[in-house]
């Protein structure tokens, strides 16, 4: 896979791109994820490559010429799956299109910032637009990172236990199940004796009931 991120602040992913799963997942060719910084797409000498909005509205608009010069870059290089803007009125990101995402084999996520981005690039150039809840960030690229990082880490190998994706919370639409490890005792706090037993249809028949448990009482929506 390759994932392609245009932003006017590419610093923001040298550490998160670096660290962890993501890194490791670089390191064994599992996935490319390229960082470009849209002011080296500009034609201003000043390398702004954002400006006034028509209509008189507050703030600054991100302009078409570096972003559609940006994505006409790419696209002349190789096929992309998607073309992803992240916006705050996107579909919204969940587990199911994590899932879905982790199948591509090249997307790029183009980071909004400022007012906002010329409309004509999301009537034109976009393919999916992305939200990752109901509020407004300073910019596209923590959306970027966690949109990334959630799918990233659904690419075979690239984590220890392939298994433990599969057990994560949204899978099935319930939430995990409560885990814990050694100490079995702490302070007097006990570990769930079923989980000590060895018995692991029970533990399995546990785990299923805490899930539930847990999705009715906290996310009762997953359930409808």
């Not at 991120?5 to 599992?30: H, W, Y």
């Not at 991100?62 to 002349?76: H, N, Y």
């Not at 990752?132 to 690419?155: K, W």
């Not at 079995?184 to 079923?194: I, L, S, T």
């Amino acid at each position: 896979m390759r994932i392609d991120i245009l932003t006017v602040v590419p610093e923001m992913f040298d550490s998160p791109l670096n660290c962890s799963i993501l890194k490791r997942a670089q390191d064994k060719g599992l996935v490319e994820i390229v960082v470009h910084n849209l002011r080296d797409y500009t034609t201003n000498k000043h390398r702004k490559v954002d400006d006034y909005p028509f209509g008189g509205e507050a703030g600054m608009v991100m302009q078409i010429e570096p972003i559609d010069r940006a994505i006409e870059s790419l696209l002349s290089e190789r096929k992309y799956d998607e073309v992803i803007f992240t916006s705050p009125d996107g579909e919204r990101f969940d587990q199911k299109m994590a899932n879905s995402m982790s199948l591509l084999e090249n997307m790029i996520i183009l980071c909004g910032h400022y007012k906002g981005i010329d409309y004509r690039i999301r009537e034109h150039l976009i393919t999916k637009e992305i939200s990752v809840g109901d509020y407004v960030l300073t910019g596209g690229e923590l959306p970027a990172l966690a949109i990334t990082d959630a799918v990233v880490r659904l690419i075979p190998g690239a984590i220890g236990d392939e298994q433990s994706a599969l057990s994560d919370s949204f899978q099935d639409n319930l939430l995990a199940p409560p885990v814990y490890s050694r100490p079995a005792e702490y302070k007097g706090w006990r570990v769930p004796d079923v989980l000590l037993s060895g018995h692991a249809a029970k533990i399995d028949e546990w785990k299923h009931e805490q899930a539930l448990e847990r999705t009715r009482r906290l996310r009762p929506d997953l359930l409808e």
